[in-house]
């Protein structure tokens, strides 16, 4: 149905679709990412969730099937509709419905609609094909790795003993300062009687 291919472009161009009745599909871009610590380079992937409990009609996905046909946003809702009638009797039946290159939709045992997003999924164009791939750190890379830690707990460290010096520094003062009130005081009491 070509209102499934409607569905599927518009993972590309939004991060929400909302399909009426139905739920809402959220679309979540991860950019490239490099894991040293696992030495693998994962590409930029576009993961999908679903959420059926937000089924409300924004009108977006009618207006961008409107737009993408070049038809009214009547005929594009009675398009939906229909879309949606289709997608509805398919999970009443076999209990699923397959979004290509996408996921399936199912029903549970309550009936509740759930999502499971295929494997390499193909929704992002520019990550098309690409997999993770090892990334392997050379020697000076490690020996530079290990000056980077090196570095970073000792800042700790001394940050950590910068603060125990102003905090014994702190209440020094303060004993100080309590000593010569109380010093004062009780000179001045002694003056008056």
Known sequence: ????????????????????????????????????????????????LFNPYIANNDGVLERYISK??????????????????????????????????????????????TFTQQENSFINRSSFGLTSVPAKIHPQDRAQMAIEQKIKRNSGEKEESSVLKWLFISLAIIIITSLALLLAFQYYYNSKF
Do not use: W
């Not at 809402?24 to 993961?47: M, Q, T, W």
């Open 68 to 113: 993408e046909k070049n038809i009214t946003l009547e005929s594009a809702a009675n398009d939906l509709q229909k879309f949606i009638l289709k997608i509805k009797h398919e999970l009443n039946h076999k209990g699923e419905f397959e979004i290509p290159r996408i996921g399936k939709l199912r029903t549970d045992k309550t009936g509740n609609i």
């Open 1 to 48: 149905m070509e209102t499934l291919k409607y569905l599927i472009d518009s993972f590309s161009t939004s991060d929400q679709v909302i399909v009426p009745d139905l739920g809402c599909f959220f679309v979540s871009r991860h950019e490239l990412n490099h894991d040293k610590g696992a030495g693998i380079v994962v590409p930029p992937y576009i993961s999908v």
